[in-house]
């Protein structure tokens, strides 16, 4: 074994760099601000992780191993941190309209403590090398928040249609001056309600349970959670490119979005975002509809499953 094979972290080559923009990209979202990226290496692949600027939210990405062209893992694995912003602009090198058609390799040395990336496009290679460092605190605060989420019950999942949700996300965003968004959850009709409200009016949007909308949800009980809206909608980076999203709230409010996006091999990459709530159990916003009015508005609900949906499974999506 020559000495470069010791000091391996990891290896891998990727024949399209398409995918790993797409995920690093939702991670990143639209902020201009530098941002870190802590990349965790284990014999199952490739996880990207990414703290809110507050720390009360996280984002996740996961490579799985059989995504690559060819994967080698150094013996136990290992995690550091770079930043974000570089990693997407070297995969950029070549244009937006190339990433299809680029070819991208990555290794991280432990000696030298450089990530390094080869991107080949149409014969034209060029190689990146980015400084990193360990950051013990950013790795502990990711592994709190994810324990944090795991270690209290789940009161509602739910498996909904990615460009259903997309619409309602995107009428939340379009409220002038909305800074909290709530989100409440019934084991009656609707099961999901997503309400907010701004300087000249409120949004209370209902999503009811049918196959068009959900493909698996359950309620054990009712509650209401607020957020703040612009880590709300930073949650829901991943839907243009989902087909189906996952939710899930414990009951300390903290909330689950996981968004399955296809690829061309066929095999699933998962986007994890974890959100802390800012309160629970508040008023709602808006005015009280009466029974009347909520009549009107409120549709069967029927009993939905993926079987009955022809979807996904829970236990498809990969565990925090």
């Known amino acids: 074994m020559t000495q470069e094979s010791q000091n391996l972290l990891f290896s891998c080559r990727l024949d399209n760099a398409k995918l790993l923009h797409t995920v690093l990209t939702c991670l990143a979202g639209p902020s201009k601000k530098e941002q870190n990226m802590v990349c965790e290496v284990t014999e199952e692949g490739l996880c990207f992780m990414v ?118 996300i995107g009428e939340l965003g379009d409220i002038p001056g909305a800074d909290k968004a709530s989100i409440s959850v019934s084991s009656e009709s609707p099961p999901l309600q997503f309400s907010t409200q701004g300087t000249y009016g409120y949004c209370d949007l209902e999503l009811h349970a049918n196959n068009n909308t959900f493909v698996h949800v359950q309620c054990d009980s009712d509650q209401r959670w607020q957020y703040t809206l612009p880590a709300l909608l930073d949650s829901m980076r991943g839907l243009n490119h989902a087909k189906d999203t996952f939710l899930r709230i414990n009951s300390e409010g903290i909330l689950c979005v996981q968004h399955q996006i296809p690829s061309s091999s066929g095999n699933n990459v998962f986007i994890d975002f974890l959100l802390c709530a800012e309160e629970g159990d508040g008023d709602e916003y808006g005015p009280s509809y009466g029974e009347d009015d909520a009549g009107e508005m409120e549709a069967t609900l029927g009993d939905v499953n993926s079987g009955d949906g022809g979807g996904t499974e829970d236990d498809e999506y990969r565990s925090l």
């Open 51 to 168: 703290l809110g600027q507050a720390k009360y939210s996280q984002a996740n990405g996961m490579l799985r191993k059989d995504l690559f062209y060819a994967f080698r893992c150094g013996e136990g694995g290992g995690r550091f941190t770079v930043n974000l912003k570089s990693v997407i602009e070297c995969l950029q090198i070549f244009g937006l309209a190339s990433l299809h058609q680029t070819s991208v390799s990555m290794s991280y040395l432990m000696d030298s403590a450089v990530f390094r990336m080869s991107l080949e496009e149409q014969g034209v290679l060029t190689t990146c090398e980015i400084a990193s460092y360990t950051d013990t605190e950013d790795a502990m605060e990711l592994t709190a928040l994810a324990t944090a989420f795991s270690e209290s019950e789940e009161v509602f999942r739910s498996i909904l249609r990615s460009e259903y949700l997309r619409e309602v």
